[in-house]
């Protein structure tokens, strides 16, 4: 069956170091992968979205690359602040069934 | 424009009980989707609702129930509460449910 999964693992890193985090996908091939980032208690905000054709997008101080032989799309933050610190949620459209399927999300906190 | 707006933003209720949400979308935005988020779980995909019908359906058993109305606003439906139930409830709004999904704030619903 079409999984996505992000590194369940929490990652801390210090500030202004860059934060890499990884969406691997198997059993399809999307047509794109979208980002979100979501705060505690509140709904996920869109961030990216990166199509199958696209290498590589930026915004601001977020990359997105999109690597279709690897199955794995990552999301990097460079010059990371506190502010960043959140959880980052990958999705790609809608699976076959017309169900939308989040990744787990990854928690990324960032230390000063 | 306004974003998603759901009410009420908390709410307890006592196992055996029913509940229903509310969720306006984004204006011009016909798609809604509904999930479930809990710790363990994750954002998991309860129903999308587009223009008054439901056209995609996650693995949640029949006491989830929504609806929609002609101006997209939408309910949803949870009966005979159990314990399981306590989570975070987020409706998205979207053009359609392949584009980017809209979040509202979400209803945290505690089941005692």
């Known amino acids: 069956s079409q999984k996505i999964e992000q590194n369940s693992e929490a990652l801390n890193i210090q500030e202004g170091k860059t934060a890499t985090l990884t969406c691997n996908y198997t059993?399809?091939?999307?047509?794109?992968l979208q980002w979100y980032r979501q705060d505690p208690g509140r709904g996920p905000v869109f961030l990216l979205l990166i199509r199958e054709n696209e290498k590589e997008k930026r915004k601001e101080r977020l990359k997105v690359t999109f690597d279709t032989t690897l199955k794995q799309s990552l999301f990097h933050i460079t010059a990371s602040q506190p502010a960043d610190s959140a959880t980052y949620l990958c999705a790609p459209p809608p699976n076959q069934g017309g169900k939308l399927i989040f990744g787990q999300g990854t928690e990324l906190s960032v230390k000063p | 424009k306004a974003g998603v707006t759901q009410t009420p933003r908390y709410l307890i209720k006592t196992r055996g009980q029913q509940v229903t949400l509310s969720c306006s979308p984004i204006s011009g935005h016909r798609s809604v989707s509904w999930y479930q988020q809990t710790p363990g779980q994750g954002l998991q995909f309860l129903f999308e609702?587009?223009?008054?019908?439901?056209?995609n359906k996650g693995n949640f058993p029949g006491r989830f129930s929504g609806r929609q109305f002609s101006n997209s606003r939408s309910e949803m439906n949870v009966s005979t509460l159990e314990l399981g139930d306590s989570a975070l409830y987020l409706c998205?709004?979207?053009?359609?449910?392949?584009?980017?999904?809209?979040f509202g704030p979400g209803t945290r619903l505690l089941v005692l």
């Open positions: 609702y587009f223009s008054e019908t439901q056209r």
């Open positions: 059993n399809y091939s999307p047509a794109y």
């Open positions: 998205a709004s979207s053009l359609e449910l392949t584009g980017t999904q809209y």
